[in-house]
């Protein structure tokens, strides 16, 4: 089975540009959650969607958006970027049945 | 947010000794998940545990649930250089959102 896949896997942008990150969960998966990975603050939790629906939230500000397709695939978009964007992006995903997450290797984004 | 308290920060031991690391909550939780990620890639699920004393084992690793459901410990035996990398502990409250600890680093040394 293969596994969570992200893309792209690197990303520079400037301030004030937009971002959209793309994420591929497991087969069969229909949940799938999005966390920002910094030195600093660890994983912190932006978001998570089951079957299309934003079942939680973060405390993130409304720049930070997201949804999911009917294939389970889901997208996170960043508008007007800011320098303290700049993280590693993670995805993961769930069957949502079974309360384990599994991981992609993450977007790290820049932004300059 | 929910505060997981991971420790400890770092770890530098010596190759064939064992590791001891524990997150600890104020809140209750179902399920405790524990990653290991490496250098430029996302964290990778070692062990999950379900139900308050669970203890479960893969390969070298031992996990915990702890029975006030608030804690939980990872060991790892007998340590090899491959070990190196961060350890995460992760609590999911009812409603499926996950917390992370703030990562416990480990050093191998041959």
């Known amino acids: 089975k293969a596994g969570v896949t992200q893309t792209p896997r690197y990303l520079i942008k400037t301030r004030g540009q937009q971002v959209t990150l793309s994420c591929s969960p497991i087969s069969g998966h229909r949940s799938v959650s999005w966390y920002q990975q910094t030195p600093g603050q660890g994983l912190q939790f932006l978001f998570e969607?089951?079957?299309?629906?934003?079942?939680n939230k973060g405390n993130f500000p409304g720049r930070f958006s997201g949804r999911q397709f009917s294939n389970s695939r889901s997208e996170m978009n960043v508008s007007t970027l800011e320098l303290g964007d700049s993280a590693l992006y993670l995805c993961?995903?769930?069957?949502?049945?079974?309360?384990?997450?599994?991981f992609g290797p993450g977007t790290r984004l820049t932004v300059l | 947010g929910q505060q997981l308290n991971q420790s400890p920060q770092s770890m530098f031991i010596q190759e064939g000794e064992d590791v001891s690391m524990n997150c600890t909550s104020s809140?209750?939780?179902?399920?405790w998940l524990w990653y290991k990620q490496e250098p430029g890639e996302g964290p990778v699920l070692l062990i999950a545990?379900?139900?308050?004393?669970e203890l479960t084992s893969n390969g070298r690793l031992t996990a915990q649930f702890g029975i006030t459901r608030k804690d939980s410990f990872l060991n790892i035996s007998a340590s090899i250089p491959s070990d190196v990398g961060i350890y995460f502990c992760a609590g999911q409250l009812p409603g499926n959102q996950f917390y992370f600890g703030t990562g416990t680093s480990l050093t191998v040394i041959p």
């Open positions: 993961a995903s769930s069957s949502g049945a079974v309360n384990e997450q599994f």
């Open positions: 545990l379900y139900k308050a004393g």
């Open positions: 809140s209750i939780f179902n399920t």
């Open positions: 969607y089951f079957s299309e629906t934003q079942r």
